[in-house]
């Protein structure tokens, strides 16, 4: 089964910008698709972003313009840029590979936003 470690997560002020990392300890184009997703206390998980093996992106259109999803192939990893972030951003942001029905799930990064 796939490994997946998130980085990239930490304490920014409003308005601040993070790019979170996702390394992928098998080749990324093993997977139909690479996602973002985050969960704030008390709430649901929710999706963020989604890139697919050909490199078609999606985003929750909530976030659309702020958060940017990418990955470089040559080393397996998935990044998120988040610009302009606001406390409601505040969450673990976990990194997933889909392969079919299967899914695989990193540890998650913690990303708080406060002043």
């Known amino acids: 089964q ?4 998130e980085s990239g ?7 601040g910008s993070l790019r979170l ?3 992928a300890s098998d080749s ?3 997977f139909d698709a690479m ?3 985050r969960q ?13 093996r050909d490199g ?5 259109d909530s976030l659309k313009g702020r958060f940017t999803i990418s990955r470089s ?4 990893t998935v990044y998120l840029q988040m610009n302009s972030l606001k406390p409601e951003d505040t969450a673990i942001y976990y990194c997933d590979a889909k392969a079919g029905i299967l899914d695989s799930w990193g540890q998650g990064t913690q990303v708080i936003v406060s002043s």
């Not at 796939?2 to 470690?5: G, H, I, K, R, T």
Request: net charge positive; hydrophobic share 40%; proline share 5%.
């Open 35 to 37: 996602g973002w997703y």
């Open 9 to 15: 997560g930490g304490l920014v002020q409003p308005g």
């Open 28 to 30: 990324i184009f093993n």
């Open 73 to 76: 192939i040559g080393k397996n």
């Open 40 to 52: 704030a206390p008390g709430k649901q998980r929710e999706w963020v972003a989604s890139i697919t």
């Open 2 to 5: 796939v490994q997946l470690v």
């Open 21 to 23: 990392s996702c390394a």
């Open 56 to 60: 078609s992106i999606t985003y929750v």
